[in-house]
């Protein structure tokens, strides 16, 4: 069982940036991919980011085509804690951003079924 929560959302002007983090309980968070998806209002959750557990070569990260560049996710394995480093922010990343877990030693996924795990979300809004 794995629980998260994020924090780090807010208000910012286009142009501007954000980090968001996820703090997970448990002494396995080295062992689970993790993942950040969105949801603005009215439409579907997706996909945003994913980095794998890593193993002996170390984790990959995996951006969905409207992010890259402009948002990176990464992991502190020592302070189970996810992050979401969030730069040239645009008003089309309003959203409710949710942190989410799968695993353990399972690979990334941009699929949300795929988590089982969720944080209660936390509102990103960019204003133009």
């Known amino acids: 069982q794995v629980q998260l929560v994020e924090s780090g959302g807010g208000l910012v002007q286009a142009g501007g940036s954000l980090r968001l983090s996820c703090a997970a309980s448990g002494r396995t968070f080295s062992s689970y991919t993790m993942g950040w998806f969105r949801q603005a209002p009215g439409k579907e959750r997706e996909f945003v980011a994913a980095?794998?557990?890593?193993?002996?070569?170390?984790?990959?990260?995996y951006y969905t085509d409207s992010v890259k560049g402009r948002l990176t996710i990464s992991r502190d394995n020592a302070k189970n804690t996810l992050y979401l480093q969030m730069n040239s922010l645009k008003p089309e990343d309003t959203a409710v951003y949710y942190c989410?877990?799968?695993?353990?030693?399972?690979?990334?996924?941009?699929?949300?079924?795929?988590?089982?795990?969720w944080g209660q979300g936390t509102q990103v809004t960019v204003s133009s």
């Open positions: 989410a877990a799968r695993g353990p030693l399972v690979p990334a996924s941009r699929k949300k079924d795929d988590y089982p795990y």
């Open positions: 980095i794998s557990w890593g193993g002996w070569s170390g984790s990959t990260t």
